[in-house]
């Protein structure tokens, strides 16, 4: 017997071929490595039963004074606050209708609602809710059109609703999407609701993808005939959001579009909505109202507003303008000598996309450039420098911070700073770069999993408009795993027991929770696995032989009581040749206890020139990590 410990280096690399990345991964999936060792990631289950209108963009998790878990789940449709599973709508309000404005219009039969209100400003998607208004006469009731409905845009003075049965909007949600009961309209529907009906319109909605000519991309510069400028509107690109606290209080924004302020301490979540930053008592006529994003500097106490309109000009936005409120204060944005407010421009690129706090500045970035921004003191406040050039980032979204450390996905390439900025190298970048929907690519979401050192990024694949897939970098050990999950903003572990992430189905996750995926019910198994590349012995002249398998395997923390993993071993005689012999064997768990046993060894019959092992798991219940196995291999001539 020759046996032959199968050792490999951590981390998956796909940018060498198979046959020269001997002693490596080649593929996975749901997979990370700890200690050099692949194992299968944790499983997730829902947080509650109760769901948001989808996709979700952005999380935020924070603590109040009185001990309160919140979390800000900013969504296509809506800005909620989600205490203990829980949904309560604070989607600020745009507009409120003067008595009379709003008529309704039903047809015999019909569940179509038209609503007739001169310049409403709503596109479609956008929701109202109605108060005021009389019965049409039938089956159309009061009750039935003194609710929230989403609005479908017939021109600009005109659009329809669907009647339902009284419900909320909340009570109807399935999968994040909305499913009414409908009531249809009968002959006696002939009137006009009165003449006491208030519209309450919140803001509009954002789109779910990026559209061609309406992303980051496309902000004021350039668009039009050359040199040209046009407005954005907060319902012409894809819903992003900026979210950051100031004190217990949130501040938050559309991006490239209002900036919103919520009490909590004082706010019913029930009832009471966020507010336009301009609408607080005391606010000075210089406050921003449109922003790329908002964030509080947490060292100084500072609002920052990046990509914002300038204190002379309210309203139009500039795509390179940041500007700064006093020191502790919500609504002193208009620069005196007595305070510390004042406004900063960056001098490289089109726009900020995003900014990003670390613990002694913030980082800026542009689409082409990054820049440290710096608390300086008065009379300066702020500094400004250019740190990098020739950058580029995925999206707003694309980035995270960890300690000093700051990580992100280029348009290419992978980067980190840390002082400097150094492009990662990355053994899975042609894969990832070859098979990224550069259409979407803004979705991009980066995410934080500090319990294990890791930072993912989900991004959409080729064939994708969602993010479907990810790529997970240990920053620790430096290694590199791929796989497959939809997932569209996340939350790291803190205030949470777990980090938490969204999916378009329309609830949010526990992950690293159980071994099972929770999105079904009851869970079903998640699929990992682990693939090598090719190995042979010496050149590969001759053809090996294997004939047993040791498996050397842990299943701890399984709650199967058999837990179980297969291992396959597959030969081929040349680097471009079909696989043409292949054996599994179902390796399982037997005892846990004076220690962890399970299959001893595994009998096979296989020849090659070269041979690869494939360990994988689809049983509920269950988590793995592989060792070091062992094989019986021999050369069996060249022929």
């Known amino acids: 017997m020759a046996l032959s410990k199968l050792q490999f280096r951590p981390g998956v690399n796909k940018e060498n071929t198979s046959y020269s990345n001997e002693g490596g991964w080649s593929d996975s999936d749901k997979i990370r490595f700890r200690f050099g060792f692949p194992e299968k990631i944790g499983g997730w289950t829902r947080q509650s039963d109760f769901s948001f209108l989808a996709p979700c963009r952005a999380l935020h998790a924070y603590v109040t004074l009185q001990?309160?878990?919140?979390?800000?789940?900013?969504?296509?449709?809506?800005?909620?606050?989600?205490?203990?599973?829980?949904?309560?709508?604070?989607?600020?309000?745009?507009?409120?209708?003067?008595?009379?404005?709003?008529?309704?219009?039903?047809?015999?039969?019909?569940?179509?609602?038209?609503?007739?209100?001169?310049?409403?400003?709503?596109?479609?998607?956008?929701?109202?809710?109605?108060?005021?208004?009389?019965?049409?006469?039938?089956?159309?009731t009061a009750a039935i059109l003194n609710q929230e409905y989403q609005i479908t845009v017939v021109d600009e003075n005109s659009y329809t609703i669907q009647a339902r049965t009284v419900s909320t909007i909340a009570s109807i949600t399935d999968d994040g999407v909305l499913n009414p009961t409908l009531v249809a309209a009968n002959g006696s529907d002939t009137g006009n609701g009165g003449s006491s009906v208030v519209g309450t319109y919140q803001i509009n909605t954002g789109l779910g993808v990026v559209v061609t000519g309406t992303g980051w991309g496309s902000g004021v510069w350039g668009r039009g005939t050359w040199g040209s400028s046009a407005p954005l509107t907060t319902n012409n690109n894809v819903r992003l959001w900026g979210i950051d606290n100031f004190g217990e209080d949130l501040l938050f924004n559309v991006r490239d579009g209002g900036i919103f302020y919520w009490n909590t301490g004082t706010s019913d979540y029930v009832v009471d909505r966020a507010v336009a930053l301009k609408d607080l008592a005391g606010a000075d006529a210089g406050t921003p109202t449109i922003a790329k994003q908002v964030i509080v500097s947490d060292n100084d106490r500072h609002v920052i507003a990046f990509g914002c309109d300038a204190q002379n000009s309210i309203g139009t936005q500039d795509p390179l303008l940041i500007r700064f409120s006093s020191q502790e204060s919500l609504t002193t944005w208009d620069a005196q000598v007595t305070n510390t407010a004042g406004d900063l421009r960056v001098g490289s690129g089109s726009e900020i996309i995003v900014a990003v706090e670390t613990r002694n500045q913030i980082l800026v970035f542009t689409d082409i450039s990054l820049h440290s921004m710096q608390f300086l003191g008065p009379p300066f406040t702020f500094g400004l420098s250019q740190v990098a050039e020739n950058i580029t980032i995925a999206g707003p979204s694309a980035v995270t911070a960890v300690d000093d450390k700051v990580f992100w996905m280029g348009v290419g390439d992978f980067y980190i700073y840390t002082g400097q900025t150094q492009k990662l190298p990355c053994p899975v970048r042609a894969y990832i770069f070859d098979d990224i929907n550069a259409g979407q690519i803004e979705l991009t979401t980066c995410a934080l999993n500090s319990t294990f050192s890791e930072v993912w990024w989900f991004y959409p694949s080729a064939n994708s408009n969602e993010n479907n897939r990810y790529v997970i970098f240990n920053y620790l050990?430096?290694?590199?795993?791929?796989?497959?999950?939809?997932?569209?903003?996340?939350?790291?572990?803190?205030?949470?027991?777990?980090?938490?992430?969204?999916?378009?189905?329309?609830?949010?996750?526990?992950?690293?929770?159980?071994?099972?995926?929770?999105?079904?019910?009851?869970?079903?198994?998640?699929?990992?696995y682990i693939e090598s590349s090719q190995m042979s012995i010496g050149a590969g002249e001759d053809f090996v032989f294997l004939s047993k398998l040791i498996p050397d395997v842990t299943f701890e923390n399984s709650v199967s009581n058999a837990p179980s993993a297969t291992f396959t071993l597959q030969a081929r005689n040349f680097p471009g040749g079909a696989y043409l012999q292949s054996n599994n064997s179902n390796v399982v768990q037997t005892a846990t206890t004076p220690v962890e046993q399970f299959t001893e060894q595994t009998f096979v019959r296989l020849r090659g020139r070269s041979f690869a092992l494939k360990v994988e798991s689809n049983a509920t219940d269950t988590q793995w990590r592989l060792g070091t196995p062992r094989v019986d291999v021999r050369p069996d001539g060249r022929r």
Do not use: M
Request: proline share 3%; net charge negative.
């Open 67 to 140: 001990g309160s878990l919140l979390l800000a789940v900013g969504t296509r449709f809506k800005f909620y606050i989600n205490e203990g599973g829980f949904y309560y709508d604070i989607t600020p309000i745009r507009l409120v209708t003067s008595a009379g404005d709003v008529t309704f219009s039903a047809s015999n039969t019909s569940s179509t609602i038209t609503v007739t209100e001169t310049s409403h400003g709503a596109a479609t998607g956008d929701f109202v809710t109605f108060s005021g208004a009389a019965s049409l006469g039938g089956v159309i």
């Open 477 to 528: 050990e430096n290694t590199w795993a791929v796989g497959a999950l939809t997932r569209t903003a996340w939350q790291d572990r803190g205030l949470f027991n777990a980090p938490i992430a969204a999916s378009t189905d329309g609830y949010l996750y526990n992950h690293e929770t159980g071994q099972n995926d929770g999105s079904t019910n009851p869970p079903s198994a998640i699929t990992s």
